[in-house]
């Protein structure tokens, strides 16, 4: 009987051998798939991080590219107005030139007192025309007489004693006219202020 212990224990022993050898190879199995697993997660933990990283790329260039638009239609409106304004006031140094001679016509209708009609009707058809034709270029006049002194659009020659209360700060003459051209000050009024 002794024998057939140890044959049933060997047997036990091979038994066991044999189980021992299957449960290796399931913990082997197991440890395989719980490695995929793993390698498995890492691969879709990296394909997060580089979709993250690549939708993070896409949005710094998106917002980029609409920075840049946006710079160019800054730039385009920019533009669009200096043109405008160029356009306006691309005449003002001739412009400039002309005011002289609009003012030696006035002066020259100042001092014709005994002049005849028919040379004063010639003269103011000439006048009229060539200021129509400034004006219509952009110039206006400006309006000092009687309005308060105001350093952005007189210049003071002299101050004189006003004749009356109100004139006290006033422009009381005009020397010489101001102008604008398309509301922009070409010419300051040189004025005579009442103190």
Not at 4 to 28: D, F, L, R, S, T
Not at 121 to 146: C, H, P, S, V
Not at 147 to 168: G, N, R, V, W, Y
Request: aromatic share 6%; charged share 40%.
């Amino acid at each position: 009987m002794a024998k057939k212990k140890k044959i049933v224990v060997e047997g036990a022993e091979q038994v066991n051998n044999g189980h021992n050898e299957k449960e290796v190879q399931v913990e082997e199995l197991a440890q395989e798939e719980i490695t995929q697993e793993t390698t498995e997660d890492n691969k879709g933990e990296e394909q997060t991080a580089t979709i993250e990283k690549l939708e993070k790329e896409l949005k710094e260039w998106k917002d980029k590219n609409l920075r840049l638009l946006a710079e160019f239609d800054n730039l385009r409106r920019r533009t669009a107005r200096e043109q405008l304004i160029l356009r306006k006031t691309a005449s003002e140094d001739v412009v400039k030139d002309l005011l002289p001679i609009l003012d030696d016509f006035e002066r020259a209708f100042k001092a014709a007192g005994d002049t005849k009609e028919e040379d004063k009707d010639g003269f103011q058809l000439i006048y009229n025309k060539f200021r129509k034709t400034l004006e219509t270029k952009g110039l206006k006049e400006m309006d000092a007489t009687g309005q308060a002194f105001d350093t952005e659009f007189h210049e003071a020659l002299t101050e004189i004693p006003a004749p009356s209360k109100e004139l006290k700060g006033k422009v009381i003459e005009e020397i010489e006219k101001g102008y604008y051209l398309h509301e922009k000050i070409i010419r300051y009024a040189k004025v005579i202020v009442g103190k």
